[in-house]
C-alpha cells in the first residue's frame, strides 16, 4: 500500500548529487538527513486510512484530488453524499457539529480580520465590533441554531451549503453548469428561494471560497516545484549509490511496508526531504469529506492570522534569518555532524555508526515566531453614562420598525376581569391591569375614527378614576377655591416649573436627597404611586386620540375634575411643590402636559355649565392653558421666539408646540359663548388681562415677522393668536375693553393696523386669499373692543312692535353709531383697507371696518 503522498517508501535511492565531491563527515550527515526523511515517510504511513488526522492547515492544505488536476476535479476527498450529518435518530451527528462549529469558527475569524464581522447571532461567536445597523449581514435572518440561517421558512445549516457548492466545482461551476435546480432539491426549498440563497451565499461563503481556492493553488505551485527537483535530482542519486557501511541506518517500517526481507539490502528512500513534503490530506470526518479538524483549529486559525497580517509582522518586527551553517558551519568535525528532526516534527534518534562519531550529537534548535494575543480580564464595556448608546438605538430602530397591531389581533380580553384587578390594587394584578389597559388604548378600529370604545366600558373608567384619587390624595375630599373677580393670583407658568427642576437636579448630591414624590423605603418591590398616577393620564390621552370615544370622554366631568386636581401647584417654603404629595416637580409637569393635550382632544365636545362643571374647575382650566402663554420670557414674536430656541433662522422653524397646544385648546373651549360665560364668571379680571396683554406680545410687528409668517406652520399659530384676542375680547367687561383701547403702552391697536396692513394692502392679490381669515377675524376683534359694551348683557329694551317704522328709533343693524371709531385716526389706512377687493365683497368686513373708521365732527 502506498503512503500518502504517492511515493514508494522501499525504492532504492541516493544522494542527489555527486558523493565523490563530499567528505566523509559530509556524507555521514546527508546519509542522516536521508534515515530523517525515511522515519517520516514511515510516521505517515503508520497512520490509520479511516478518521486519521494530519496536521494539514484548513487553508492552503492539499486535497489529494486537487494534486494533479485541480481545474477538472475540485471537490474534496470524499462526496458529501457520504456525511453523516445525522444518526438513525435524525439528530446531527457528532462528528458533523464538531467540524461544523469549527468551519464557523474559521469563517467568523476570517470576516472578522476583514473588517467584516458576521452577526454573532448567525455564528454563536461574540464580535464586540458588530455594528448592527450599519453591518451587511443585518438583513439575513439567523436559524434556530448558531450556524444556520432563515431561508423559505426553513434552517439552513452553512457548513453543509458549503460542502453542497465545493463539491461540485464552486459556486461559478454551479452557475455555468446550471446545477441550482440540484441545491435547492438537496435542500428542500422552493425554487422562489434561489435569488435570496444566492445572495446569502455571495456574500458569506463565495469570499471564503475565493481565498481557499487561491491558497490550494498556492500549495499546488510549490509542491509541482518540489515535485520538479527530485527529479531533476534523481539521475545522480541512482548513479551514486553508498557502499560505506558507516552511512547505512536500519530501516524503520510501519504497517503498510509489509515484513522486513533479509534479502533486500538496506536503502534510502528516493523521496524527497521531510522539509519537502506537503501534508496535503485534510483531516475527514467518519466516512466524509475532508474539513478542518477540531484538535487542529488552532493551528489554523494561527496560519490564517500569520497570512492576513504578515505585512504588519514585516514591519514591526526583524526576521529571523539563521541558516543552518549558523549553528553548523560546512566543514565542521564529523562529531558535530546534524541529526535528528525538528521541534515541530519528532523522529528517531539517529546514533553514531561507527567509531569516527565520538561527541554527543547535537540538535538545531529551531526558532519560531508566534504573535501573543493577550485576552484582557474586564470585558471593555462602551458606555456613557452607563447607558449602552448603540443598544438603545438599535432598539428603537427595532421599534420604529413595528406596525400598530389591530384590536382584533389580540383576541378576547375580559374587561371584568381588568375592572376587578384595578378595584383589587394588588401589586401584580394592577400591573397587569394597567399594562392590558395601556395596550388597549393604542389599538385602531376598523375606521380610523375608531379605537378602543371606552363608551361599552364606563366601570373601567371610572376605576382608575378612583385610583388615580386615591394615591393622588389618599381620601382627602376637594374644598372649592374662593371666587375673587378683582383677585389677582399669581399663574405658575411652565417655564417656572421647569427653571425649578433644573436648578435642583444640578445641584451636588441631588440623587442622594429625599424629596417629595421619592419612593418610600418601606415600600417594597411595589411600584411608586407617581408611576400609576401618570400611567392612568397616559391611558386617558391615548382614548382621546379616536373621534368616536370625544363624545363620551367629554360628558365625563368627574374626569376633568380629579385631573385637573392632580396639575395643581402650591407655594411652599418660596418654592413650587405639587398639590399632590406623592407627586414630584417632574411628575407634576408630565402629568400638566398630558391633561393639556387631553383637553384640546376633547375641547370640541365639552359643554360647560353650572350644573354640571363648578367654577373652581374652570378656573384651574384657564390657570393651566395660561401657565403655557403668558410668561413674559416667552410672550414674544415670531423671530424672538425663535432667537429664544436657539434654532438658526434657515433651519426647520417651527413655533413652541406647547404654546400651540395651548392656543389650540383655548381657541376650541371658549368657542361656545356658553363656555365663554361660565369663564367670566370664574376668572379674575386680572388674569384675563394678562393673557390679553401675553397675546398681543407674541404677535408679529417686525419685518422678519412676517417672512416667517408665510410659512404654514406660523400663519396658523399666528391664526389661534388673533382667535384666543377675539375670545378675550368677547370675555371682557366694559372696563377693560376702554383699558384695551386707552393702553397706550400696550399698543394693541397699533398692532392689529399694521398686520392688516402688511397681510392685505401690501400684498399682491393672490396672495392675500391666504390672510382673509386672519383680517376678517382681526376687524371683528377691534369691533368688539370698540363698542365696549358687556357682550352678556340681555336687559337691553326691546323696542315695541307699534313703533317699529315710525320714525321713532333705530334698532338692530341700522342703528345709527355714536362717536368716533377706533380707528379714526387712521382714516387713510382704512380707506386703504375698504378698496381691497375681498373687504368689498365681504358686506359684514366691510360694515364693521367702516364703523371703526367714522369719524364724528
Given amino acids: 500500500m502506498l503512503p500518502q503522498n504517492g511515493l514508494s517508501s522501499s525504492s532504492n535511492s541516493s544522494f542527489p548529487f555527486d558523493a565523490a565531491l563530499l567528505d566523509a563527515a559530509q556524507a555521514k550527515q546527508m546519509a542522516a538527513l536521508t534515515a530523517v526523511g525515511q522515519a517520516r515517510i514511515a510516521q505517515g504511513n503508520m497512520r490509520p486510512l479511516n478518521g486519521g488526522r494530519n496536521s494539514g492547515s484548513f487553508l492552503g492544505g492539499i486535497p489529494p484530488a486537487h494534486t494533479n488536476n485541480y481545474q477538472n476535479q475540485p471537490s474534496l476527498e470524499r462526496s458529501m453524499s457520504q456525511i453523516p450529518s445525522t444518526t438513525r435518530s435524525g439528530q446531527p451527528s457528532i462528528a458533523f457539529k464538531e467540524k461544523a462549529n469549527s468551519f464557523i469558527l474559521s469563517l467568523a475569524t476570517v470576516f472578522a480580520k476583514r473588517n467584516q464581522p458576521l452577526p454573532p447571532a448567525l455564528t454563536g461567536v461574540p464580535t464586540p465590533a458588530y455594528d448592527p445597523i450599519n453591518s451587511p449581514f443585518k438583513d ?6 448558531h450556524g444556520s440561517f432563515r431561508l423559505a421558512g426553513k434552517d439552513i445549516n452553512i457548513f453543509y451549503l458549503w460542502n453542497l457548492i465545493w463539491q461540485r466545482g464552486g459556486m461559478n ?3 455555468s453548469n446550471n446545477g441550482w435546480p440540484s441545491i435547492l432539491q438537496a435542500l428542500e426549498i422552493p425554487d422562489t428561494a434561489l435569488a435570496s440563497l444566492v445572495q446569502i451565499y455571495s456574500r458569506i461563503l463565495l469570499p471564503f471560497e475565493n481565498m481557499y481556492r487561491q491558497n490550494v493553488m498556492e500549495q499546488q505551485k510549490k509542491a509541482h516545484a518540489m515535485r520538479q527537483a527530485a527529479a531533476s535530482s534523481a539521475p545522480s542519486l541512482n548513479n551514486q549509490p553508498l557502499s560505506s557501511p558507516t552511512n547505512t541506518l536500519p530501516q524503520q517500517r510501519g504497517p ?23 501534508n496535503s490530506n485534510m483531516s475527514s470526518l467518519e466516512g466524509g469529506s475532508a474539513i478542518l479538524d477540531v484538535p487542529t483549529l488552532d493551528q489554523d486559525l494561527q496560519g490564517l492570522k500569520r497570512k492576513l497580517e504578515q505585512e504588519e509582522e514585516t514591519k514591526r518586527s ?15 568535525a564529523p562529531d558535530q555532524a546534524f541529526v535528528g528532526p525538528t521541534n515541530a516534527n519528532p523522529g528517531p534518534t539517529i546514533a553514531p555508526a561507527s567509531g569516527t562519531m565520538t561527541a554527543q550529537l547535537r540538535t ?9 494575543e493577550y485576552k484582557p480580564l474586564v470585558r471593555d464595556i462602551e458606555t456613557y453614562g452607563g447607558r449602552d448608546l448603540k443598544q438603545i438605538e438599535a432598539e428603537l430602530h427595532n421599534a420604529n420598525r413595528r406596525p400598530l397591531r389591530d384590536v382584533n389581533d389580540w383576541g378576547t380580553i375580559d374587561i371584568e376581569a381588568l375592572t376587578l384587578s384595578i378595584r383589587s390594587k394588588l401589586s401584580t394584578e394592577l400591573s397587569y391591569a394597567l399594562t392590558t389597559f395601556t395596550l388597549l388604548s393604542t389599538m385602531k378600529g376598523q375606521t380610523p375614527t375608531s379605537g378602543f370604545p371606552i363608551n361599552n366600558c364606563p366601570d373601567l373608567l371610572e376605576e382608575v378614576l378612583d385610583l388615580v384619587e386615591d394615591l393622588a390624595f389618599d381620601n382627602v375630599a376637594d374644598s372649592p377655591e374662593p371666587i375673587n373677580l378683582q383677585d389677582d393670583p399669581h399663574i405658575v407658568t411652565n417655564r417656572e416649573l421647569v427653571d425649578i427642576v433644573y436648578e435642583v437636579e444640578t445641584q451636588p448630591f441631588a440623587v442622594l436627597e429625599r424629596r417629595q414624590g421619592a419612593k418610600h423605603p418601606d415600600v417594597g418591590p411595589r411600584q411608586r404611586p407617581a408611576n400609576l398616577i401618570l400611567t392612568v393620564t397616559n391611558i386617558i390621552r391615548n382614548l382621546s386620540v379616536f373621534g368616536d370615544n370625544v363624545p363620551f370622554l367629554a360628558s365625563r366631568y368627574r374626569m376633568f375634575d380629579v385631573l385637573l386636581r392632580i396639575c395643581g401647584v402650591s407655594q411652599k417654603d418660596s418654592t413650587y411643590v405639587p398639590t399632590s404629595p406623592v407627586l414630584s416637580l417632574t411628575d407634576c409637569l408630565a402629568v400638566r402636559k398630558d391633561v393639556l393635550y387631553t383637553l384640546s382632544l376633547l375641547a370640541s365636545g365639552f359643554r360647560l355649565s353650572e350644573s354640571n362643571t363648578s367654577l373652581t374647575t374652570v378656573r384651574r382650566i384657564f390657570h393651566l392653558i395660561a401657565s403655557y402663554l403668558v410668561d413674559p420670557t416667552e410672550a414674544v414674536s415670531p423671530v424672538a421666539c425663535v432667537q429664544l430656541a436657539g434654532v438658526p433662522l434657515g433651519g426647520n422653524l417651527k413655533p413652541p408646540s406647547l404654546a400651540d397646544v395651548a392656543l389650540e385648546t383655548f381657541t376650541r373651549l371658549a368657542h361656545m359663548d356658553g363656555n365663554r360665560l361660565l369663564f367670566s364668571k370664574a376668572v379674575s379680571r386680572p388674569s384675563l388681562w394678562n393673557l390679553f396683554a401675553s397675546l398681543v406680545h407674541r404677535l408679529p410687528v417686525q419685518d422678519l415677522d412676517f417672512q416667517l409668517v408665510l410659512r404654514e406652520s406660523w400663519l396658523s399659530y399666528i391664526e389661534k393668536v388673533v382667535f384666543s384676542l377675539y375670545t378675550l375680547g368677547f370675555i371682557f367687561p366694559p372696563e377693560l375693553k376702554a383699558k384695551a383701547k386707552a393702553d397706550r403702552s400696550l399698543g394693541y391697536k397699533t398692532v392689529m393696523i399694521r398686520i392688516i396692513q402688511k397681510l392685505l394692502v401690501q400684498n399682491n392679490a393672490d396672495s392675500r386669499q391666504y390672510f382673509t381669515t386672519i383680517v376678517r377675524r382681526i376687524i371683528e376683534t377691534l369691533k368688539i373692543i370698540d363698542d365696549g359694551e358687556d357682550s352678556f348683557d340681555n336687559t337691553k329694551g326691546v323696542v315695541s312692535t307699534l313703533s317699529f317704522g315710525m320714525g321713532y328709533g333705530e334698532v338692530g343693524e341700522n342703528d345709527i353709531e355714536r362717536g368716533t371709531g377706533l380707528l379714526g ?19 359684514v368686513m366691510f360694515s364693521e371696518l367702516e364703523s371703526l373708521i367714522r369719524v364724528e365732527y
Fill in 318 to 332: 526583524r526576521q529571523k534569518t539563521e541558516t543552518v551553517d549558523s549553528v553548523l558551519p560546512a566543514g565542521s
Fill in 256 to 278: 503498510s511496508m509489509g515484513p522486513p526481507s533479509s534479502s533486500q539490502p538496506p536503502s534510502s528512500s528516493s523521496a524527497p526531504p521531510s522539509s519537502m513534503q506537503i
Fill in 364 to 372: 538545531r534548535q529551531e526558532l519560531f515566531r508566534r504573535r501573543i
Fill in 140 to 145: 439575513i435572518e439567523p436559524g434556530a441554531e
Fill in 825 to 843: 385716526g387712521y382714516t387713510d389706512i382704512g380707506w386703504d383697507i375698504l378698496l381691497c377687493r375681498e373687504v368689498q365683497h365681504d358686506e
Fill in 173 to 175: 461551476n454551479i452557475a
